[in-house]
């Protein structure tokens, strides 16, 4: 499946790594690409492995609001 996400709180290049860094790793992400810029988070991901839930959550746990 493939989502985009609004994600408040992304200033800088630092940012999208960040939140790249904390999704990639996760079972089922099978690309994550942040932009700051537009605010916006491309996940590409199995939902049958990742639940939507999931990947707010970590968003979340990184500083950032999903929205």
């Given at each position: 499946?493939k ?5 408040k709180g992304?200033k800088?290049?630092?940012c999208?790594?960040?939140l ?19 605010s916006l ?7 049958n492995?990742l639940s939507a839930?999931?990947?707010n959550?970590?968003i ?8």
């Amino acid at each position: 499946m493939k989502s985009t996400i609004t994600v408040k709180g992304m200033k800088c290049g630092g940012c999208e790594t960040n939140l790249q860094n904390a999704l990639l790793p996760l079972a089922g992400v099978v690309s994550a690409k942040a932009n700051a810029k537009s605010s916006l988070l491309e996940i590409e991901y199995d939902e049958n492995v990742l639940s939507a839930e999931r990947i707010n959550q970590v968003i979340v746990e990184k500083g950032f609001q999903p929205g």
